[in-house]
């Protein structure tokens, strides 16, 4: 039986509450056990299973601090979502490539998520805005 789009919203909620608190072994439970982890230009490219997520939250939680995701919008399907968000927080790691120095930094995020019947993620597909994240942490040039 399909999930309704209170129970999305609650597994998603839980899921954003967990990175919120930089919280590998939370966030790791919101997903499927077979869960496919795409996060789109990242360099080992999607991943396949609950722990071969685990080191993009690792690196994520280093390189990221203090984040809060505000949604703007969310589209609702039959197991599935579409979630626009805004993320805000420091940067005080190396951000996808990028020397952060602990700058403020905003940028859009938008999810797509299908969910298993008993409401993990079993899919997540995620695409952030790198041209504002590019903008706001200029790199120093020699």
């Known amino acids: 039986m399909a999930l309704t789009r209170e129970e999305m919203d609650r597994r998603m909620d839980e899921h954003f509450g967990f990175e919120a608190r930089d919280d590998v072994e939370g966030v790791l439970r919101t997903l499927d056990a077979a869960a496919e982890h795409d996060i789109v230009g990242w360099p080992s490219g999607p991943t396949h299973g609950r722990e071969a997520a685990r080191p993009f939250y690792e690196a994520l939680f280093a390189d990221l601090a ?16 579409v979630d626009e968000s805004l993320w805000r927080g ?19 995020l938008l999810h797509v998520v299908e ?28």
């Open 66 to 81: 203090d984040g809060q995701v505000e949604t703007i919008r969310r589209l609702y399907g039959e197991g599935f979502m």
């Open 90 to 108: 420091r940067a005080p790691g190396r951000p996808f490539g990028l020397e952060g120095r602990g700058r403020p930094l905003a940028f859009r």
């Open 115 to 142: 969910f298993s019947a008993s409401g993990q993620i079993k899919r997540e597909n995620v695409w952030l805005d790198l041209a504002a994240i590019i903008q706001q942490l200029p790199q120093e040039t020699t």
